[in-house]
């Protein structure tokens, strides 16, 4: 439900961004941001232990 109602809104606010600031640079350092916390925060996560024995011992 929260993917649809960004997926619906997007639209609207992009608009608005563009009337205001007459360019997309806003949104595209936006979305560099956004890009930049998810990875930082794929980085910042362990990964799983490994349930195979024969790995985990390398």
Known sequence: MIGS???????LLGGLIYDRYDSYAFMYVASLGMGLAAD??????????SRRPELAAA
């Open 40 to 49: 930082l925060g794929l980085l910042a996560s362990r990964p799983y232990p």
């Open 5 to 11: 109602l960004g997926m619906s809104t997007r639209p």
